[in-house]
């Protein structure tokens, strides 16, 4: 596996573990208030979580319709994230090089490459 796909799907687990961590504030808040503002919320977080964790483990399939799942979803991700940051009046240099902003580029950077669109041809 090339050192660029382990890279993605490291950050990737990444994304899922703090993903299903922070799954926990908005079931809490939830069950706190019992607002559809918040279940949207969870179900918005939970399904974002799921669905990486499902590219995850069909990687070791190596087929290139994953990369391009893996890819559409990160940038999803980073389109969603900037949004966020333009709505709020807080996009700045500092915000855009948050983690949340730089991993999913180093994903879809990363799954792009020639090695890795290689080790996916199957």
């Keep these: 596996m090339p050192a660029a796909v382990k890279t993605a799907r490291f950050i990737m687990t990444l994304d899922v573990a703090f993903g299903l961590v922070g799954l926990a504030f908005p079931l809490v808040a939830f069950t706190a208030t019992f607002d559809v503002i918040v279940l949207l919320l969870l179900a918005y ?10 590219v995850l483990a069909r990687w070791p399939t190596r087929r290139r319709r994953l990369v391009w799942t893996a890819v559409a979803l990160e940038i999803f991700l980073l389109t969603q994230r900037l949004v966020l940051l333009v709505v709020d009046s807080d996009l700045t240099w500092l915000r855009i090089l948050h983690p949340n902003t730089f991993f ?4 879809a950077i990363a799954l792009l490459l ?8 199957r």
Excluded: E, H
Excluded at 115 to 121: D, E, G, K, P
């Design 45 to 54: 977080s939970t399904a974002v979580t799921a669905l990486t964790g499902w």
């Design 104 to 107: 999913p580029v180093t994903v």
């Design 114 to 121: 020639p090695a890795s669109r290689r080790w996916f041809n």
